[in-house]
């Protein structure tokens, strides 16, 4: 019986020592790894081509905070001043973009990403609502709509 423990306590130790890095590379690869991001349709918003998607469950649920990453292609990013995603109805006013009810976009140069609050009683025709105001003060809008990636 000792014979036996002695081999077989080697491979727990391996075990023990490989586990740990098995869990490790798995947090580090993210939700993108386990295939449940969600991807929304590419759209145009100013001179940008934006692709979202959304880490977690879609669509969202009100009352719960939405995880959202935001590609910027085709455009010059440094000429975004603040970049807000929000669920409603409409899309915000210039004033509303720095409110509580809107996720600011931070990040690098071409990925970005943002924490939305999901509103607890959504409008029947809720949208994500992406604005983008440049340094020139202009604003620009695109939405997706909650029903379909």
């Known amino acids: 019986m000792t014979m036996r423990?002695?081999?077989?306590?080697?491979?727990?130790?391996?075990?023990l020592l490989l586990?740990?890095?098995?869990?490790?590379?798995?947090?580090?690869?993210?939700?993108?790894?386990e295939g449940s991001a969600t991807s929304l349709a590419p759209k145009s918003v100013g001179p940008w081509q934006v692709a979202p998607k959304a880490a977690g469950h879609w669509p969202p649920r009100p009352?719960?905070?939405l995880d959202m990453t935001v590609r910027f292609d085709g455009g010059?990013?440094?000429?975004?001043?603040?970049?807000?995603?929000?669920?409603?109805?409409?899309?915000?006013?210039?004033?509303?973009?720095?409110s509580p009810t809107a996720g600011l976009l931070h990040g690098g140069e071409v990925l970005?990403?943002?924490?939305?609050p999901v509103p607890a009683a959504m409008p029947t025709n809720a949208e994500l609502w992406l604005t983008v105001e440049r340094w020139d003060g202009s604003l620009h809008h695109v939405s997706w709509g909650l029903d379909t990636p």
């Open 76 to 98: 010059p990013v440094a000429q975004i001043r603040t970049a807000v995603l929000t669920i409603g109805d409409q899309a915000p006013a210039a004033t509303d973009l720095l």
């Open 63 to 65: 009352g719960q905070e």
């Open 19 to 33: 586990l740990p890095l098995y869990f490790l590379v798995t947090t580090l690869m993210g939700t993108e790894a």
């Open 112 to 116: 970005r990403e943002a924490h939305v």
């Open 5 to 15: 423990w002695a081999r077989f306590k080697y491979h727990v130790n391996a075990a």
